[in-house]
């Protein structure tokens, strides 16, 4: 199994893998062993589908020099490219949409019967329940929840809605259920996604909230931390802020994606939030919860980005400080009422922003990184540092998983899995050095 893309992506891959691994099937991670591929894809941007091709074509190899007789390609490419990619793609056996992948091995029996390439695309209205198995492709401590699938926000660049479907919330005790569960299996760590999760429960018939449901999960035994990802700004309330302040399981951690920060932007990219919604919710988030991480990702160069546009984001980014920062350079995508817009920025001019953004934000998390010296952060301990076996690395709680930068430990001993208590003695740009105190 390659699974590209986001956690959300992973989530759904890692339902396969559960799926198949009940029905006895035995899961590699040497590709040429492998009789059945599956390549689980991402087509967000146009980044995401050229990785999604490439590493399409270069599994279809071990067709030749490996044992693998099926090739399988699931997720986000085929729901919305299934004609191309069977005209394109002869090597592969079977396209999964992203509402069939519970089907994967019923699927592969019908394979069985015929030679003929397959396709099961339908409609993205599917949402998986716990009763399906799940087989936790991360690191023992810690697992992804996704807490709904889908997205109703329809900004104008983005195709999401198309290929997932609506926004449609997970029953609060199947959450509950599933996370019981992660816990018995020695998770510590819970990063909430969706495509939103302060949209979470809306659609529920009874008065369940994201505060509703992280009041459940902290209550599990087992968890000590609880991360939220991907919270629109507009959804982040009061009652919301106090429970990240009051409650020592919540990682003062948040994830906010804004996008922009220049109000006819943002009009054109048909967000919610306006300019000084955006700056007033920082200034509370920071003023209510202090020393609050905080996590964005920008878009450079969407059509009609004026020279002012920018420099008000330049301006923004400056002032605001964001301890993460994601830039990602517009992409056209047909479908989306973006790619239709006039004004449409040149490829070298988003790169010349992105850059500049991006070594901005480098001078400031180095900043803000050094502003840490001396203090105690509780850090999750992940194993020994690829560059040498003398220093074990981890994650504090202001770092999510893959994302964000390390912790370098440099003395104390701690077994991989431990939450410990560390000093902070030095810093990089992204990464931070320190002392086990405990």
């Not at 939220?228 to 302040?245: K, S, T, V």
Request: hydrophobic share 35%; net charge negative.
């Amino acid at each position: 199994m390659v699974s590209l893309g986001c956690p959300k992506n992973l989530v759904d891959a890692e339902v396969m893998l559960g799926v198949m691994a009940r029905q006895n099937y035995e899961i590699t991670t040497d590709e040429k062993e492998a009789d059945v591929i599956i390549v689980n894809t991402c087509s967000f941007i146009k980044e995401a589908k050229q990785e999604s091709i490439d590493a399409i074509l270069d599994l279809a190899e071990r067709k030749h020099d490996g044992r693998c007789h099926t090739l399988i390609v699931s997720g986000c490419l085929p729901q919305r490219y299934q004609e191309e990619l069977a005209r394109e793609l002869p090597e592969v056996d079977i396209f999964i949409g992203t509402g069939d992948y519970p089907r994967i091995a019923e699927i592969l029996a019908e394979k069985g019967a015929t030679d003929e390439q397959l396709r099961y695309v339908g409609d993205p209205d599917y949402i998986y329940d716990e009763s399906l198995p799940r087989l936790n492709s991360s690191p023992a401590w810690y697992s992804y929840l996704k807490i709904g699938e889908g997205c109703s926000n329809c900004c104008s660049y983005c195709i999401i809605p198309q290929l997932r479907g609506a926004y449609r919330s997970r029953p609060l005790e199947a959450l509950v259920a599933e996370a019981e569960a992660l816990a018995a299996r020695g998770v510590k760590e819970l990063n909430i996604i969706s495509q939103d999760i302060t949209r979470y429960g809306s659609d529920l018939e009874e008065e369940i909230t994201l505060e509703t449901l992280l009041r459940r999960l902290v209550a599990i035994d087992g968890i000590r931390w609880v991360r939220l990802l991907y919270a629109y700004p507009d959804g982040i309330d009061e009652g919301l802020i106090a429970l990240i302040r009051d409650e020592p399981k919540i990682c003062k951690y948040l994830d906010i994606p804004i996008q922009h920060i220049s109000d006819p932007v943002l009009q054109r990219m048909k967000r919610r939030s306006s300019e000084q919604q955006i700056r007033d919710l920082i200034t509370t988030l920071r003023r209510e919860i202090p020393g609050i991480a905080l996590r964005t990702s920008l878009i450079v160069g969407f059509p009609g980005e004026a020279i002012e546009d920018f420099n008000s984001l330049m301006e923004f980014v400056e002032q605001t400080q964001f301890d993460r920062l994601g830039v990602f350079c517009y992409s056209r995508e047909e479908g989306t009422p973006a790619a239709l817009m006039p004004n449409q920025v040149s490829e070298r001019i988003k790169r010349e922003r992105y850059r500049k953004l991006m070594r901005t934000q480098a001078r400031l998390s180095f900043r803000r990184n050094r502003a840490l010296i001396g203090r105690t952060e509780q850090v999750i301990v992940e194993g020994y540092s690829e560059e040498t076996e003398l220093l074990l690395k981890g994650r504090s709680s202001r770092q999510a998983p893959d994302i964000d930068g390390q912790v370098y430990i440099t003395a104390g001993n701690a077994e991989v899995g431990d939450i410990v208590t560390l000093k902070i003695t030095d810093s990089s740009d992204y990464d931070l050095i320190g002392e086990i105190v405990d």
